[in-house]
């Protein structure tokens, strides 16, 4: 089943069409990535799943009914862009009020939410202020607040956007236990690694989708050169498709290694002839 569903849709802002005739899908139980420059209609797209913008074309269904049904809300769970913590209330404060937001009973927050701070590591921080933590532990104290009603679906806008290397990948472990518990997710992202370690699916977006597919199909489609290293003098060679890869390693009289393109490089390569 597909927890979100978007058909053909076009958002623009006047004259900026920030949104070209986007088709999509989310299955349940998977990480979808969306991967593109600044401004690339990213945050558009997904302000549109969670209902806070209506495409001026085309049609969306999250979890099987349209995104603004409050029906959808109550599975939803949200951490927009540039979000924190209120910054006067504790961690604990912070998903507690949250929880009544969203209109989960004070019994259900205090189970559910006990159990969040534990996988969040979060305990030793429950009663400090959210202005006081570090932007790690204000992105934990966001995913927990977006976990309080056990969502259906995660939406993450640019979860690890400012966070150093270390909190990054606290983050990553984290989404990544919580997908193996089944949750779906959507995120947002500028970062390839972060595509290719969290994700199952990703859209390379600018505008308009430009490509899209598992990591390994989106690497096995657009790496069509190798690098061949020949150890014995240091030379680098570049070469299109196996005869060419074939004929230079014939010609190489001891140790060498043949790379293939990193999905890096093949965004770069993707990207750089979109207009
Ligand atoms: N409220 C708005 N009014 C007018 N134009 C907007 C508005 N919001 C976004 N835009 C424009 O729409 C385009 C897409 O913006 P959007 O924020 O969706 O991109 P993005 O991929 O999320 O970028 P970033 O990675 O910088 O967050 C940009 O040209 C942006 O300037």
């Given at each position: 089943m597909y927890v979100i569903e978007v058909n053909n849709v076009w958002k623009a802002y006047g004259k900026i069409?920030?949104?070209?005739d986007i088709t999509m899908r989310v299955k349940e139980g998977e990480i979808v990535a969306l991967l593109g420059p600044n401004g690339a209609g990213k945050t558009t797209l997904v302000k549109q799943i969670y209902g806070e913008l209506t495409p001026t074309k085309g049609e969306i269904r999250v979890l099987g009914k349209k995104p603004t049904d409050r029906h959808v809300k109550k599975f939803l769970g949200v951490i927009p862009q540039e979000c924190e913590p209120?910054?006067?209330?504790t961690v604990w404060d912070n998903i507690y009020y949250m929880g009544r937001l969203k209109g989960a009973s004070k019994d259900e927050i205090k189970k559910r939410g006990e159990e969040l701070l534990e996988r969040l590591d979060l305990r030793s921080k429950?009663?400090?202020?959210?202005?006081?933590?570090?932007g790690g532990l204000k992105r934990r104290t966001l995913i927990a607040m977006a976990l309080i009603n056990n969502p259906k679906l995660l939406i993450l806008?640019?979860?690890?956007?400012?966070?150093d290397p270390e909190a990054r990948r606290e983050v990553w472990e984290i989404l990544l236990n919580m997908r193996k518990e089944g949750q779906s997710m959507l995120l947002t992202t500028h970062y390839l690694d972060e595509a290719e370690r969290l994700a199952d699916k990703i859209y390379f977006l600018s505008?308009?989708?430009?490509v899209e597919g598992t990591p390994t199909q989106i690497k096995e489609k657009f790496a069509d050169w190798y690098e061949v290293i020949d150890?014995?003098?240091?030379k680098v060679y570049k070469v299109k498709g196996e005869e060419e890869l074939k004929k230079i390693i014939m010609t190489i009289n001891g140790k060498f290694e043949v790379r293939m393109p990193s999905l890096e490089e093949i965004y770069l390569q993707v990207m750089k002839d979109v207009e």
């Open positions: 069409i920030a949104n070209e209120y910054g006067d209330l429950r009663n400090t202020l959210a202005r006081d933590l570090s806008d640019e979860p690890t956007t400012g966070l505008r308009k989708i430009i150890y014995t003098n240091g």
